[in-house]
């Protein structure tokens, strides 16, 4: 369920993010490159960071990693329907820029982050062996998998209508289905 979550979200993000700026808020393809580089930066530093602060933090009744996900398990899901707001169609560039600078990064730079290395992290003190390893790896793959599956078949069907021009309330249905169905994956990780 983990990686539904994270996977419904990276997927998306990754699939039609630039097409939500250029093609509904105008933003210059240049200028989301631009968004992309920026969070890869920053993502140099939260990833060892978050990573840290993770490691150093101290156990509680749920474990050390399980505790991270139930917390932000909310933060990464709002950041993710936030980062598709059509709303902001009308408002000054500069507007429109620092909005998908800011839902972004604090999407992935910090949210995700936060999400993905207790996540990840999870095999590796659930069971010392190796083969049960393998196991939850290869579970973890074929989720992933089942992840694609809404995100190949739903996805441009709500993103674009019938002549194919692109749909912004789509973006937003489709946003607020994944990170709906991403929160209750990620408690559902949590939970079981």
Known sequence: FGEIGN??????????????????????????GTCFLVSRCIDAFTDIGIGRIIDKSK????GKFRTWILRVSGPVALMNFLMYQHSLV?????????????????WGSVF?????????SLASVMTNDAVQRTELSTW???????????????????????????????FIIAAVLYSIIALISFRLCYNM
């Open 7 to 32: 996977d419904l979200m990276f997927i998306f993000a990754n699939m039609y993010f630039m097409i939500f700026y250029t093609k509904v808020l105008g933003v210059s393809a240049a200028m989301v």
């Open 59 to 62: 156990a509680g009744k749920h």
């Open 90 to 106: 009308n408002a000054p560039m500069a507007i429109r820029v620092g909005a998908m600078f800011v839902t972004y990064i604090l």
């Open 112 to 120: 995700y982050t936060a999400i993905n290395i207790p996540y990840g």
């Open 140 to 170: 973890r793959n074929l989720s992933g998998i089942f992840a694609m599956i809404p995100l190949m078949v739903l996805t441009p069907k709500l993103v674009f209508d019938a002549s194919g021009a692109v749909s912004p309330k789509g």
